[in-house]
């Protein structure tokens, strides 16, 4: 044991109640207090007294922000760590653009009141902010948010058209997709071999050459399919 003395965080020392402003992992042990009195002296030890610190509870995602396609399964994997993780209780919220409100299993939810809530199948419903707060009645609970978004999977919509034209015409060939994650990429084939155009959504032959007949086509895929 060493004898304390006021300082730091530390108060009280020489007197029945000794405080501390704000403990520290270091400040963790056992406590005792010697009285003695200002006459013989004469001095008695208190029994000890153990003051045990854990850390504050934190939350954390590995990833501000997830995309997924609908129909997908997705389960979010937040790390909680410090208080008493035997006490924790978990409360799932999404924010759908009208304000937090509670998660609750059922409606392609599951795992509402643990640690790692599922989305199966995700729908367009299911985007927006996802906040995860745990505590544990002792210690400060403690919060952390994820950005949710659901996109549909890449689907091309208008296709390039046939077209039949002389020699030394002008060919144009254009597809419209939709859907996807992050930016689209084109890759124009002809006869099922890439072509190595420009990655846009337009094909152009000037002039058209007689061995430029053939079958034309476009793979588009998404920044996650690419």
Do not use: M
């Amino acid at each position: 044991y060493v004898n304390l003395v006021d300082g730091g965080t530390i108060s009280g020392s020489a007197t029945a109640t000794l405080s501390f402003s704000a403990v520290a992992q270091s400040d963790a042990g056992h406590y005792r207090c010697v009285i003695t009195d200002s006459g013989t002296p004469q001095s008695v030890t208190s029994s000890d007294g153990t003051l045990t610190v854990t850390n504050n509870i934190g939350v954390a995602f590995p990833d501000p922000t997830r995309d997924v396609y609908s129909g997908q399964s997705y389960t979010f994997n937040p790390t909680v760590a410090g208080g008493n993780p035997g006490s924790y209780v978990y409360l799932w919220e999404h924010d759908g653009g009208s304000g937090f409100v509670t998660v609750s299993n059922g409606g392609g939810y599951g795992g509402a009141t643990t640690q790692n809530l599922t989305i199966n199948p995700a729908s367009a419903t299911h985007g927006g902010t996802y906040r995860l707060t745990v505590s544990d009645g002792v210690n400060s609970p403690d919060s952390g948010s994820v950005t949710f978004n659901v996109h549909a999977p890449v689907s091309v919509t208008v296709d390039p058209q046939a077209v039949n034209l002389y020699e030394g015409q002008s060919a144009n060939f254009s597809v419209t997709a939709t859907g996807g994650i992050g930016s689209l990429n084109y890759n124009w084939r002809k006869n099922g071999v890439s072509l190595g155009a420009a990655n846009q959504p337009t094909l152009a032959f000037t002039p058209v050459l007689a061995d430029n007949a053939a079958s034309i086509d476009c793979v588009v895929t998404d920044s996650v399919t690419s």
